[in-house]
């Protein structure tokens, strides 16, 4: 991605194809873009902005077409406290969820339909990154071009 702008298309895109029950995992270190990707989501989802991050809540719930929670792990600093959400209240079959910071969230509370995102800034020119997609269950046709919504 070139800009900024790019990666919030990224979401966009992302965004209206997102369906309840999704996970979207983003990973990368602090500025890399998980909040600006996030963002791209919720506006392609229909949640008008503007979006931040909910570092100090942990998580925000939109309304929309179906339910879309916004969720930060930055400042939980234990696995007891991440376990401690509800995370299978956040991957029910009538919500979906984004979680920046998602290498914090134990192995039992990602969703079997997935995205697993990962933003690195360029070493170089920081106004540039490399997203990475790892994609799981009904996820995968979006990646691969498939027909459908993840």
Known sequence: MDSEEETRTLGTLWGKILS?????????PLGAGKTVLA?????????PGPHRSPTFTLVWE????????????YRLSSDEAVGDLPWEEMISEGASSIVEWADRL????LAPDRLEVCIVPDEFD?????????AHGRCRAMIEGGEGSC
Request: net charge neutral; proline share 7%; glycine share 14%.
């Open 126 to 134: 920081l106004s540039r990154r490399r997203i990475t997609v790892d």
């Open 20 to 28: 309840p029950g999704i996970m979207i995992c983003l990973t990368g």
């Open 106 to 109: 134990p192995p039992d509370a």
């Open 39 to 47: 963002s791209g989501i919720l506006a392609g989802a229909g949640i």
């Open 62 to 73: 939109h309304e929309g077409a179906f339910k879309i929670n916004h969720v930060d792990l």
